[in-house]
């Protein structure tokens, strides 16, 4: 069993920053994918940014050149620096690992969430 505890939250104006931090309970640079998702109200959960273990990212359109996503290796944890937010980035954000294990068992771990609110 994996653990996920999301951290970082909070309300911001529009054009600030958050960074968002998922702690695991074991090293996520086994964790074959790692990602962030959101929820906003009335909607469904949606990918945000996600990453590999060899490194490689994805970012969805609507936050290229806005957020990075990247694995802390130092202080296992996974980040999520989120800047220019808007209004429409208000949700609740997840922290997501997902993949096999050696014996070819597939796991997908959630964390909590974290709210995050951009609003002036």
């Known amino acids: 069993q994996v653990q996920l505890v999301e951290s970082g939250g909070g309300l911001v104006q529009p054009g600030g920053s958050l960074r968002l931090s998922c702690a695991a309970s074991?090293?996520?640079?086994?964790?074959?994918?790692m990602g962030w998702y959101r929820q906003a109200p009335g909607k469904e959960r949606e990918l945000v940014a996600s990453?590999?273990?060899?490194?490689?990212?994805n970012h969805v359109d609507s936050v290229k050149g806005r957020f990075t996503i990247s694995r802390d290796i130092a202080k296992n944890a996974l980040t999520l620096q989120m800047n220019g937010l808007k209004p429409e980035d208000t949700a609740i954000y997840y922290c997501?690992?997902?993949?096999?294990?050696?014996?070819?068992?597939?796991?997908?771990?959630w964390g909590q969430g974290t709210q995050v609110t951009v609003s002036s």
């Open positions: 997501n690992a997902a993949g096999f294990t050696a014996s070819n068992k597939r796991y997908n771990y």
């Open positions: 074991v090293s996520i640079a086994s964790l074959n994918v």
């Open positions: 990453t590999l273990k060899d490194g490689s990212t």
